[in-house]
């Protein structure tokens, strides 16, 4: 079992930045495969970033360039630096973990607010 703690979250003026946080519990945090999501009011949940165990990241299209995920396997942390944040960047955000051998997310934390405003 893996437990997910967001924070960070807030409201901030477009052009502003923010970092969340992602804690986990558990001794296997290096072997999980994290990710970022997202969910606007009355839009799915679109998948935000990603950090392999091996260190490999991906981005959406819409964040690449402002995002950044990175980790830390010593603190079993992932953050994700938001910079030059949009009016559209507000949702809930959600991290979760996955092992690297499915595709599912299987553990998930329970979301930090995000709002930009403009």
């Known amino acids: 079992q893996v437990q997910l703690v967001e924070s960070g979250g807030g409201l901030v003026q477009a052009g502003g930045s923010l970092r969340l946080s992602c804690a986990a519990s558990?001794?296997?945090?290096?072997?999980?495969?994290m990710g970022w999501f997202r969910q606007a009011p009355g839009k799915e949940r679109e998948l935000v970033a990603t950090?392999?165990?091996?260190?490999?990241?991906s981005y959406a299209d819409s964040v690449r360039g402002r995002f950044t995920i990175s980790r830390d396997n010593a603190k079993n942390t992932v953050y994700l630096q938001m910079n030059d944040l949009k009016p559209e960047d507000t949702a809930v955000y959600y991290c979760?973990?996955?092992?690297?051998?499915?595709?599912?997310?299987?553990?998930w934390g329970q979301g930090t607010q995000v709002t930009v405003s403009s």
């Open positions: 558990g001794r296997t945090f290096s072997t999980y495969v």
């Open positions: 950090s392999t165990n091996g260190g490999t990241t």
């Open positions: 979760a973990a996955r092992s690297a051998f499915v595709v599912r997310y299987s553990y």
